[in-house]
């Protein structure tokens, strides 16, 4: 969780160094793709992978989050999605490495 807040920071200093707040601010704006949730039950659950399994964490979806940070207007929020996804698609490997061990 810690990692949905640093990662984008880190992008937006890096990307954006004299608007990093903004561009943070817009990043971390996406995290409400995570609503996507609430639609499933249980809500929460530690060892399903989000990627492909919540709406907006389905492949079309992040697909169009490829095209939307393709364009320089929507680039912040694309990104934002993308760090997002990827981060949660880092949690799936972490649990496929448990589940093996
Ligand atoms: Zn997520």
Redesign the pocket.
Same mark, same amino acid.
């Given at each position: 969780m810690l990692l949905h807040l640093l990662v984008p920071g880190a992008a937006a200093r890096w990307g954006f160094p004299e608007r990093w707040q903004r561009a943070w601010g817009i990043m971390l704006a996406t995290m409400v793709? #995570?609503l996507d !949730?609430l639609l499933a039950t249980p809500i929460f659950d530690p060892r399903r992978c989000?990627i492909g399994f !919540?709406p907006l964490?389905a492949w079309p979806c992040i697909a169009a989050y490829l095209l939307l940070a393709v364009f320089p207007k929507t680039r912040l929020i694309g990104m934002g999605l993308l760090i !997002?996804m990827i981060l #949660?698609g880092i949690d799936c490997l972490w649990m496929g490495f448990s589940a093996v061990g």
């Open positions: 793709v #995570d !949730h989000s !919540h964490h !997002h #949660d």
